[in-house]
């Protein structure tokens, strides 16, 4: 299956920018609600442009599922087939190389798997990092005896979290 080159997006259609427009505008949270205001709003020339730009990290969340994801119980008529089939797909998961680099798990170099790992730990590290600053905000909070985080000052929580 061939792919269409990756194409930029027109000046007019800023999604980044939407998308702000959008939050600071509402009250409600929820991304489905913001999600569905911006497709209301964008004239339907643009609709597909911004599918395409938003579909790749849906994509890239499906190759993490399907990645993480043991396979499911089937009927044990399947088993020999799925059993093969399964031992060939290792070789078909996506694998990111960096941000925009995708390939199947089988053609990668000893090289390029120690990039993978390498980056997999930066990530998990840029997880925990923020896994600690919701810590010390939790330890803060317990200390001004705060029962919701807007009764610290914007300060005190910029502080902590953007430590």
């Given at each position: 299956m061939s792919v269409a080159p990756v194409q930029e997006l027109r000046p007019e259609l800023d999604l980044t920018g939407l998308i702000?427009?959008?939050?600071?505008?509402?009250?409600?949270?929820d991304p489905r609600v913001i999600a569905a205001a911006i497709v209301a709003a964008l004239p339907d020339d643009l609709l597909r442009e911004a599918l395409r730009a938003t579909l790749p990290d849906r994509v890239r969340a499906f190759h993490r599922h399907r990645r993480n994801v043991h396979g499911?119980?089937?009927?044990?008529?399947?088993?020999?087939?799925?059993?093969?089939?399964?031992?060939?797909a290792i070789f078909r998961r996506a694998v990111a190389i960096g941000p925009a680099d995708w390939r199947p798990l089988g053609s990668l170099t000893h090289d390029q798997?120690?990039?993978?790992?390498?980056?997999?730990?930066?990530?998990?590290?840029?997880?925990?990092?923020?896994?600690?600053?919701?810590e010390k905000l939790a330890a803060l909070m317990k200390r001004?005896?705060?029962?919701?985080?807007?009764?610290?000052?914007?300060?005190?929580?910029?502080?902590?979290?953007?430590?």
């Open positions: 702000r427009e959008h939050v600071e505008a509402s009250d409600d949270l499911s119980p089937v009927s044990t008529r399947w088993n020999g087939i799925r059993d093969v089939a399964d031992e060939l798997v120690l990039l993978v790992a390498e980056d997999r730990r930066m990530q998990a590290r840029a997880t925990d990092a923020q896994a600690d600053r919701h001004r005896r705060a029962k919701v985080v807007s009764d610290l000052s914007p300060a005190e929580v910029a502080e902590v979290l953007d430590a």
